[in-house]
């Protein structure tokens, strides 16, 4: 047992006896809150985009910056997570990211130039990355093995039930206080967490000789520079052609040199050598072209009702919380789903599932109801809570003992990337359409852009199919 499992063990032994076994459901409280809004912030901007392009005169491959920008960050940042608990300690880490998270959020809040209001976005994405792995291991080391799946239940009810009460909150701010509130709609939950991390939350000291560990900074900078470079260029490729072209090309060389170092190096960021075992390369893509599905739907949804449809932004907001009970409700059945039947075919079920809900939603027109619109969208929330266990679990499964790490930290990450990539290009496909069509903000390109994810989730039943491979290595007895 490592020097660090042994000092976390200890501290988690006093806690218990200092606190009795509330303690543990405290301390899940504590990270939900610092989780929950971290997940809140990636998806409660989307209700404002509207009054954002208004105020700012912006176009949609200029706005979408606030969405890519922190998923980009997040993406870059999960990286970070085991650094950072390694060199200053989960507590520290935890309590240091909310703090961060707060001030980021009210200086978007009082931004009076676009550029500060991304640059914010970037940080609260950088933020949010650290939180959510770090939430996960406090979780798993307060409650025993046999404890461990009623804990990740409740953990998991509140961050399903997030990005859905998130857009209410945020549309309910909008509509009544104007876009700058919205960024603050997490500060409460921060502060809370921020209160109770001290009492609840592991310090898990660093560990020693942690800053002489080896850290993969050329990784970070390859695929930082990558993503910049990439999502930069996607976006400027309308209003600057050459620039944006010339953008993408560096970053397809910084993605390909980033994943040459990486399977160089003897301490990288990610293991590409996981991506031999047979099936796991066709899980990426699935993961991939989730992420594509779930955050461009997200981004795409707010806008389609409220300058489509001529919704409010609360009415926009209040049509996704439906489909957010109805995933919370599917995620508690969808495991035994996974355990039953072939993980891959559980995933396929959702890609269905929810391709055919962005074929709906996209033939909604004005005339189309408001509750028959949230049914479209609650279908969809259907797959995704079929896609969720069969991924992750038909993903780990193909990788030998003592990988799945490595493979959960691949999983997340290309999951974000398709969620930073697809948003970028529903942008660009959106700006595009409407210049071609002279219509401004028109419905026909928005109606285009649901089709659009619906035939990426069609194609991701083709590696959905191929994810499966060969029995793994059993765990050493």
Same mark, same amino acid.
């Given at each position: 047992m490592s020097l660090a499992t042994d000092q976390r063990q200890a501290e988690v032994a006093a806690m218990f006896e200092r606190h009795g076994s509330s303690y543990r459901w405290w301390a899940v409280l504590t990270v939900m809150l610092g989780t929950v809004s971290a997940i809140m912030e990636a998806t409660v901007v989307n209700v404002a985009l509207p009054e954002i392009i208004r105020v700012f005169h912006l176009g949609h491959d200029q706005v979408q910056l606030l969405s890519t920008g922190f998923l980009a960050a997040t993406t870059a940042s999960m990286l970070l997570a085991?650094?950072?608990? #390694?060199?200053?300690?989960?507590?520290?880490?935890?309590?240091?990211?909310?703090?961060?998270?707060v001030g980021f959020s009210v200086l978007a809040a009082l931004s009076d130039r676009f550029v500060l209001l991304a640059l914010c976005?970037?940080?609260?994405?950088?933020?949010?990355?650290?939180? #959510?792995?770090?939430?996960?291991?406090?979780?798993?080391?307060?409650?025993?093995?046999?404890?461990?799946?009623?804990?990740?239940?409740?953990?998991?009810?509140?961050?399903?039930?997030?990005?859905a009460v998130g857009p209410v909150a945020g549309g309910l701010l909008v509509d009544h206080f104007g876009w700058r509130a919205v960024f603050l709609v997490t500060v409460p939950l921060c502060l809370a967490a921020i209160a109770l991390a001290p009492r609840y939350v592991i310090a898990g000291r660093p560990l020693p000789g942690a800053h002489k560990r080896p850290f993969d900074l050329i990784g970070l900078v390859l695929v930082v520079g990558a993503l910049c470079a990439l999502l930069?260029?996607?976006?400027?490729?309308i209003r600057q052609p050459a620039m944006g072209t010339a953008a993408v090309v560096l970053g397809v060389v910084l993605s390909v040199s980033f994943v040459v170092w990486e399977r160089s190096t003897l301490h990288p960021l990610l293991d590409f050598s996981i991506f031999r075992e047979a099936g796991f390369g066709a899980a990426v893509l699935v993961a991939l072209a989730y992420g594509v599905g779930i955050y461009g739907s997200t981004y795409l949804a707010p806008l389609f009702a409220q300058i489509g449809l001529g919704f409010s932004g609360y009415e926009a907001g209040l049509m996704l919380l439906p489909g957010g009970a109805v995933l919370a409700i599917v995620l508690l059945q969808a495991g035994k789903?996974?355990?039953?039947?072939?993980?891959?075919?559980?995933?396929?079920?959702?890609?269905?599932?929810?391709?055919? @809900?962005?074929?709906?939603?996209?033939? @909604?027109?004005?005339?189309?109801? %408001?509750?028959?619109?949230?049914?479209?969208?609650?279908i969809g929330r259907v797959g995704l809570g079929l896609i969720i266990p069969g991924l992750n679990a038909g993903a780990l499964r193909l990788l030998p003992y003592g990988t799945e790490?490595?493979? @959960?930290?691949?999983?997340? %990450?290309?999951? #974000?990337?398709g969620g930073a990539l697809g948003v970028t290009l529903l942008a660009l496909f959106l700006e595009g359409r409407e210049r071609q069509l002279g219509a401004v903000h028109g419905l026909q390109p928005m109606q285009e852009g649901f089709f659009l994810i619906a035939f990426v989730y069609c194609l991701a039943l083709i590696p959905a199919w191929l994810m499966t491979g060969r029995k793994p290595n059993p765990r050493p007895a």
């Open positions: 085991t650094w950072a608990m #390694q060199r200053f300690g989960v507590r520290h880490t935890f309590i240091g990211a909310l703090v961060l998270l976005r970037i940080g609260q994405g950088s933020i949010a990355g650290l939180i #959510q792995p770090l939430s996960m291991l406090v979780i798993i080391d307060v409650f025993p093995m046999h404890e461990r799946g009623r804990a990740m239940g409740a953990y998991g009810l509140g961050i399903v039930l997030a990005p930069g260029g996607l976006a400027a490729l789903l996974a355990d039953r039947f072939p993980s891959n075919r559980v995933a396929m079920a959702g890609l269905a599932f929810f391709s055919v @809900s962005a074929i709906l939603v996209g033939l @909604s027109t004005t005339t189309t109801g %408001f509750w028959l619109l949230a049914l479209w969208v609650a790490a490595a493979g @959960s930290a691949s999983i997340n %990450f290309f999951r #974000q990337l």
